[in-house]
T-cell receptor
Framework: AQTVTQSQPEMSVQEAETVTLSCTYDTSESDYYLFWYKQPPSRQMILVIRQEAYKQQNATENRFSVNFQKAAKSFSLKISDSQLGDAAMYFCAYRRGNFNKFYFGSGTKLNVKP | DTEVTQTPKHLVMGMTNKKSLKCEQHMGHRAMYWYKQKAKKPPELMFVYSYEKLSINESVPSRFSPECPNSSLLNLHLHALQPEDSALYLC????????????FGAGTRLSVL
């Protein structure tokens, strides 16, 4: 069974600093996708970044980047130059190939201190 | 356009009421989802429709009844709900092309009195 684990329920970072959120997953599949979603308080869940398992290169989107360690089944999110607007719940998610089901981690609440 | 639209945004209902939640997307996505989310928790999958057919039902109580009238619309009919059903209900759709991205609506915040 696929499981996604986020071991940090809550983290804090100073504005302009860098923070890394952890995610591990369990799968025996070779074709899968990994995602980080952001959900600000009382606002919509939006995609931050995605990674295809077959790609060795780590995905980046502006200040957001991932460290994808396939053998270790680890998929961490690094946020550089943190901004107040980055404060949110962050969910790591896994999707196997073209199967419709997404598996979500329990979430990490990120606080950004001015 | 990467929008999933949900109505209403807020809903208060009694345990004997019947109400419906609506979801719409015009991105051509052929998979649509209903999730239930409690505060500070991840979304819990309820139903998935693929090409307008119910493909996943996560053992949801029958007081929740999904409907997919066409490829752009998804409804969730509610009847005889319990107070513990109070939650944020999220609709989502998935790009079945190469990106495999799931897009979420803003949700309906439901309170059952």
């Amino acid at each position: 069974a696929q499981t996604v684990t986020q071991s940090q329920p809550e983290m804090s970072v100073q504005e302009a600093e860098t923070v890394t959120l952890s995610c591990t997953y369990d799968t025996s599949e070779s074709d899968y996708y990994l995602f980080w979603y952001k959900q600000p308080p009382s606002r919509q869940m939006i995609l931050v970044i995605r990674q295809e398992a077959y790609k060795q290169q780590n995905a980046t989107e502006n200040r957001f980047s991932v460290n994808f360690q396939k053998a270790a089944k680890s998929f961490s999110l690094k946020i550089s130059d943190s901004q107040l607007g980055d404060a949110a719940m962050y969910f790591c998610a896994y999707r196997r190939g073209n199967f419709n089901k997404f598996y979500f981690g329990s979430g990490t609440k990120l606080n950004v201190k001015p | 356009d990467t929008e999933v639209t949900q109505t209403p945004k807020h809903l208060v209902m009694g345990m004997t009421n019947k109400k419906s939640l609506k979801c719409e997307q015009h991105m051509g996505h052929r998979a649509m989802y209903w999730y239930k989310q409690k505060a500070k928790k991840p979304p819990e999958l309820m139903f998935v429709y693929s090409y307008e057919k119910l493909s996943i039902n996560e053992s949801v109580p029958s007081r929740f009844s999904p409907e997919c009238p066409n490829s752009s619309l998804l409804n969730l009919h509610l009847h005889a709900l319990q107070p513990e059903d109070s939650a944020l209900y999220l609709c989502a759709s998935t790009d079945t092309g190469s990106k495999n991205i799931q897009y979420f609506g803003a949700g309906t915040r439901l309170s059952v009195l």
